[in-house]
């Protein structure tokens, strides 16, 4: 209970997000995945001649989570309603996007 009362005057602010953008903040269950995928590919292959050669690796470990090209809908469709919240809560920061 201590922890809680500790960390309190932290928490509250974080309440008055709306439910959409403490999802994106609360999720790094992705970013955590492509960096265990980028590390796991980094490990198999031990060592690399240049910079170029990493590059590729990691390019090639990044790919491989979408070979068939169809996580962007995907992601966008679940980004829809946390960006419309983001624009909301922070008018005139966010830029739109033609990608």
Not at 6 to 25: G, N, T
Not at 38 to 56: C, D, Q, S, W, Y
Request: positive net charge; aromatic residues 12%.
């Amino acid at each position: 209970m201590k922890l809680w009362s500790d960390a309190w005057a932290e928490f509250v602010p974080f309440l008055s997000f709306d439910v959409e953008i403490r999802k994106v903040i609360c999720s790094t269950n992705a970013i955590e995945s492509v960096n265990a995928r980028i590390r796991r590919a980094v490990r198999a292959r031990g060592h690399f001649p240049n910079e170029a050669a990493a590059l590729k690796c990691v390019y090639m470990a990044l790919m491989s989570l979408d070979p068939t090209g169809k996580g962007r809908k995907r992601w966008t469709m679940r980004w829809k309603a946390p960006l419309n919240a983001f624009q909301i809560a922070f008018e005139g920061r966010l830029t739109p996007s033609n990608n």
